[in-house]
């Protein structure tokens, strides 16, 4: 059913975001992002959102604003825009021991997500480094596909 959701899922995506969207969008570094770009965007944050919802937002809540001492924030956070490769490493593998987040120390396990494709912890990241303040641009599929492979390569 979710291969099916996909297609659908672009088409309604490609038809609304073409519908008085600015063509002034700015990325991160702010150089105009061109259409094809501009779409991605869209997409991954629209899809993004649905499995920050679905794998994250238990922990990090849905405003990413964290569970006090216990989960990390995501809003604003030093430690998830300083490595975005690191990023998708945790939510594919899981962490386990103390990390500092915004001068904060946090000793909670993180989950591995391992049933989640690429595309999907790309959209992931695209949505949460560009949500609550973050501003990162677009995490593409082609470059999660290697951070992962970099990890996996790290770990042996």
């Not at 997409?43 to 994250?56: E, P």
């Not at 604003?65 to 990390?72: D, H, N, Q, R």
């Not at 973050?134 to 593409?140: D, H, L």
Request: glycine share 6%.
């Amino acid at each position: 059913m979710q291969n099916f959701k996909r297609p659908i899922f672009l088409i309604l995506t490609i038809l609304v975001s073409s519908c008085g969207s600015s063509p002034n969008k700015q990325t991160a570094d702010e150089e105009p992002m061109d259409r094809r770009t501009e779409i991605r965007l869209t997409q991954y944050m629209v899809q993004g959102k649905s499995l920050y919802q679905t794998y994250c937002s238990n922990c990090h809540q849905a405003d990413g604003t964290g569970l006090a001492k216990l989960y990390p924030p995501l809003a604003g956070s030093d430690y998830l825009m300083a490595d975005l490769k690191e990023a998708a490493c945790l939510i594919k593998n899981g962490k386990t021991g103390e990390i500092m987040v915004n001068g904060v120390s946090y000793n909670q396990m993180m989950p591995a997500n391992t049933n989640l494709t690429p595309i999907e912890i790309a959209e992931i990241i695209t949505y949460i480094s560009n949500s609550w303040g973050n501003k990162a641009g677009i995490s593409a599929t082609r470059d999660v596909t290697q951070w992962l492979k970099n990890c996996e390569d790290s770990e042996n």
